[in-house]
């Protein structure tokens, strides 16, 4: 049995990277210091993992080899006049620029699961409001507010690894020295670790920025409730707020679900900035999925856009509202697509689902999910972080660079493999 | 937090269903008796006329279900649900007894000795060495840190 230390987890965008891990015949028998999503993510993905490439063709589905599954997609996509290139969320940051290349050089669309990163990194840009790194936040955060998260549901180890429990250089016993604040629409298990536990009205959002805003510059106080929360509440937030000299706001995926997510987004960046004038104070998204603030900055940096990007003009254009991959399937714009690690099944209403239910599907998959199980040609792949290495960006936007530590199967490419002889096929 | 604090059992809520003779016959007054009881010094059977005279039925029936949870307890008084735990470890890094065992503890590092009071393990909690924590008798502190900063309830001071 070999101990293995300090394995970055791939459970989720935290990459914790203090991980020990027990190997012993190619198994992994235990695994300590990981959340309950970092232990499944070690321990099932092993048993439950796809093996077999499969083509389905003329209502049967058939065992082939990898190399004839690769031919097989190679000839989907050539065919193909426009190309659906969805997914990379799980992915290394080296199969994200890949896939990006290869919607470039096949005029596809690039598009990815919804995330609360698309939205805030260009904001962050225009506003220029510093991402909150994880490990400042650790060392120098007094007060810590969670914007629609609920880290004991998607980021487990948020709070006990990189905000709240941690002493840090300068917050010396921890959480003794932090305030903790929560900006939800009704009480989650996270609420139990804060102070201030703001309970907003549904859609009231808005009016709950402006109001804090107007509070922090004009050193007034409000008479009335504000967006359902009591004066009382309210005035105790303030007076921490105002008194803290580092505050890191974490923005969660739970704003993603209002009506007017870019305005409240917007807005948020805003009262960050107008914030930081007087004190530090930073934003950071909590990005849903392992590699989604990746996807974010990958493709920002190359095309300019963060999601939805089209390139069946040459160049790289995004209008959410024309090109993002519900609208174009609803058109019918697809007659071919390849998924790489995404459910989209999840991801999309069930009337684009019928739409790409007709078209010819290539999916690169770990495990099985509805993708594989419903894709014209389903080649498996190897584990990230566990049998393949590469680079996956953290949540903060920091660099990881992954810790693979078992032999993968024989005849089993990685997606970087895999796209990469797409790519020189085509 | 209110509601939490009045979930625990209390020497008074003990002393209430006892005979309150102070009949000493187990040794202690009733009131005394009802606090070594939650300390688990005694065993509720010491008090003899509770079983023996059928007026006191209904309060020993009573007396049976509120210590019940107490009796299944740890020594520290504490219960963990196993089911109930996510693996967060915001109780194994808030410890103050984990930190002082292992500093790296504190920067939010999972323990990498055994010796520590606390771990995670396979995404659950893990016990190792209960007489390190701060509510172990005879130094029983009134400690409660691990329950305040669990997302999923599944750690529950009984008394």
Redesign the interface.
């Known amino acids: 049995m070999k101990k293995l230390t300090d394995i970055p987890c791939t459970g989720c965008s935290l990459l914790c990277d203090d991980i020990v891990i027990d190997v012993s015949d190619g198994s992994i028998s235990k695994v300590y210091g990981s959340c309950s999503h970092g232990t499944k993510r070690f321990k099932e993905v092993l048993a439950t993992r796809l093996l077999e490439a499969k083509i389905f063709e003329n209502g049967i589905t058939r065992s082939v080899a990898t190399e004839d599954a690769i031919d097989k997609a190679v000839e989907i996509l050539s065919s193909a006049e426009k190309v659906l290139v969805y997914g990379f969320e799980n992915s290394t940051n080296e199969t994200i620029e890949l896939g990006l290349a290869l919607a470039e050089k096949i005029g596809g669309t690039f598009d990815t699961s919804p995330s609360i990163c698309h939205l805030t990194v260009p904001l962050l840009e225009k506003y220029g409001v510093r991402i909150g790194e994880l490990e400042e936040i650790l060392d120098k955060a007094d007060f810590i507010v969670f914007w629609g998260a609920n880290l004991a549901d998607t980021h487990l180890r948020q709070a006990s690894r990189y905000s709240v429990f941690p002493r840090g250089e300068i917050v010396k016993t921890g959480r003794e020295n932090r305030i903790v604040a929560t900006i939800d629409v009704r009480k989650t298990k996270v609420t139990r670790i804060a102070q201030h536990q703001l309970i907003v009205n549904i859609g009231e959002d808005l009016d709950l920025i402006s109001k804090i805003q107007d509070a922090f510059s004009q050193e007034s106080s409000t008479e009335d409730d504000v967006a359902g929360i009591s004066q009382l509440s309210f005035a105790t937030f303030m007076h921490d707020l105002k008194n803290a000299t580092f505050v890191a706001v974490f923005v969660g995926s739970g704003v993603m679900y209002s009506i007017n997510v870019d305005q409240i987004i917007e807005n948020i960046v805003k009262l960050v900035k107008s914030i930081s004038t007087k004190k530090t104070c930073t934003v950071t998204p909590l990005a849903e999925n392992l590699n989604s603030m990746g996807v974010t900055l990958i493709s920002k940096k190359k095309t300019g856009f963060t999601y939805a990007i089209d390139f069946s003009n040459g160049s790289p254009v995004s209008n959410p509202s024309v090109t993002s991959v519900t609208n174009q399937l609803l058109r019918g714009n697809f007659d071919a697509a390849i998924i790489v690690k995404s459910d989209i099944f999840t991801h999309i209403p069930r009337s684009a689902t019928k739409q790409l239910l007709k078209i010819p599907t290539i999916a690169l998959e770990e495990i099985p999910t509805l993708v594989s199980e419903f894709a014209s040609v389903t080649i498996p792949v190897t584990l990230t972080g566990l049998e393949t290495g590469g680079y996956i960006t953290r949540t903060d936007g920091k660099k990881i660079e992954l810790k693979p530590f078992l032999k993968p199967p024989k005849n089993m490419f990685s997606e970087e493999e895999v796209l990469r002889k797409i790519l020189s096929k085509i | 937090m209110k509601n939490k604090l009045s979930t625990r059992l209390t020497p008074l809520q003990i002393y209430k269903l006892l005979p309150k003779t102070n009949c000493k016959l187990c040794g202690h007054t009733c009131m005394s008796f009802a606090i070594k009881l939650l300390q688990r010094e005694v065993t509720l059977e010491q008090c003899t006329p509770l079983f023996n005279d059928p007026k006191y039925a209904e309060n020993l029936k009573q007396l049976q279900e509120l210590i019940a949870p107490l009796l299944s307890a740890m020594q520290t008084l504490i219960q963990i649900d196993e089911d109930k ?6 109780c ?3 410890c103050p007894a984990n ?1 002082a065992i292992e500093p790296a503890v ?5 323990p ?1 000795t055994t010796d520590v009071v606390f ?6 909690i893990k016990m190792l060495n209960l007489d390190k924590c701060r509510r172990n008798p005879p130094h029983r502190l009134n400690c409660n840190i691990c329950e ?5 309830e599944a750690i529950k001071v009984i008394a």
Do not use: L, W
């Open positions: 735990c996510i693996g967060c470890g915001n194994v890094i808030a930190v504190a920067k939010g590092i999972n990498r771990t995670v393990e396979d995404g659950k305040i900063v669990c997302y999923s």
